[in-house]
């Protein structure tokens, strides 16, 4: 009772940690609700960077003969051409995974259906990366000429959309590989199914998949120091204010209070487990 749990909670999907932290008593904020001004997440977008940039080089292993490849450089060398690598997302993990793969020499191509993302694309990368809409065409006529695929859609609060069909995967290159980074939304390829660094590929109609759902944890050491520098300021905020008025004084960190004194104070988690909902406001005055 009344001790404060910082961290990712992710409380939707999981009823039996819900009903523990609810009869707990504890004051439960959830890294990956609170938000920012511009719209973000901040505490979940290091994450996102990482496991972004980590999908070129999880793909450049996927693209090697031992692994069910095509046995290809992502950049190739003078004389042959480089890999095509086509993202779909061009959020934070798909802007990542671009820097990459621009950087490895790759011919890249990002999808995405919002055009701001495609207008930032382009401001960042001009034309070496080719930022596309993203439509069922679209997808399925760069999917098919891909040799790397990155899966990094996100719809907030829902299951990823199955953007790439099996029937696409049975006729996509023998040897070309897919990362779905998007896994831990259910995945955006039809044929994913999450996988761990222990065992992180699979093969399907000769198409090397990789679907690790914790994908920073294989650098766990960048991945906590890229964490914790998003997390401290509002660590000293609650060691110096007491949760209360660090609460009170903040909306963004308001937002990222999942559960207190036994009470459900997030909407989506309340509406997840069909229990009762209580304005974080209401129990916080
Ligand atoms: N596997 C892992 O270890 C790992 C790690 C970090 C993040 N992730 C996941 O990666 C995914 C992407 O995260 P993010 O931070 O980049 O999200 P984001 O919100 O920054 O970007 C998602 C992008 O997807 C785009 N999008 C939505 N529908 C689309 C469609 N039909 N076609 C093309 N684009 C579409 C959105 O416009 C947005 O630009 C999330 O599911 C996240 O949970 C996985």
Redesign the pocket.
């Known amino acids: 009772h009344d001790q404060i749990l910082f961290t990712y909670l992710h409380l939707a999907p999981d009823l039996p940690q819900t009903e523990e932290l609810i009869s707990s008593g504890a004051i439960c904020i959830a890294y990956e609700t609170v938000t920012d001004d511009r719209g973000?997440?901040p505490l979940?977008?290091p994450?996102?960077e990482?496991?972004?940039r980590?999908s070129i080089q999880a793909g450049a292993m996927a693209l090697e003969k031992s692994m069910g490849g095509l046995g290809m450089l992502l950049g190739g060398v003078p004389g042959v051409e480089p890999a095509k690598v086509v993202i779909?997302?061009?959020?934070?993990?798909?802007?990542?995974a671009a820097q990459m793969a621009v950087g490895m020499g790759a011919d890249v191509v990002v999808?995405?259906?919002?055009i701001d993302?495609l207008r930032r694309l382009n401001v960042q990368f001009g034309s070496k990366v080719k930022a596309i809409y993203?439509t069922a065409d679209a997808?399925e006529k760069h999917v098919l000429q891909a040799d790397l695929v990155i899966?990094?859609?996100?719809?907030?609060g829902a299951a990823?959309?199955k953007?790439v069909t099996r029937e696409h995967v049975k006729k996509m290159k023998p040897g070309a590989a897919i990362v779905?980074?998007?896994?831990?939304?259910g995945g955006?390829v039809e044929t994913s199914h999450a996988t761990t660094h222990q065992d992180p590929t699979y093969i399907v109609d000769d198409v090397v998949h990789y679907?690790?759902?914790?994908?920073?944890?294989a650098v766990a050491r960048t991945s906590t120091f890229a964490l914790n520098n998003a997390t401290l300021p509002y660590i000293l905020k609650l060691a110096r204010l007491g949760y209360r008025d660090a609460l009170l004084s903040d909306k963004h960190l308001q937002n990222g209070l999942n559960v207190m004194h036994g009470k459900i104070t997030c909407k989506e988690v309340a509406v997840a487990h069909n229990m009762p909902y209580t304005a974080a406001n209401e129990l916080l005055q």
Do not use: Y
């Open positions: 973000g997440l979940l977008a994450m996102s990482v496991a972004g980590m779909i997302g061009g959020g934070m993990v798909g802007t990542n999808l995405d259906r919002s993302a993203s997808i899966g990094g859609v996100l719809i907030p990823a959309p953007l779905d980074v998007a896994i831990d939304q955006c679907c690790v759902a914790n994908m920073p944890g």
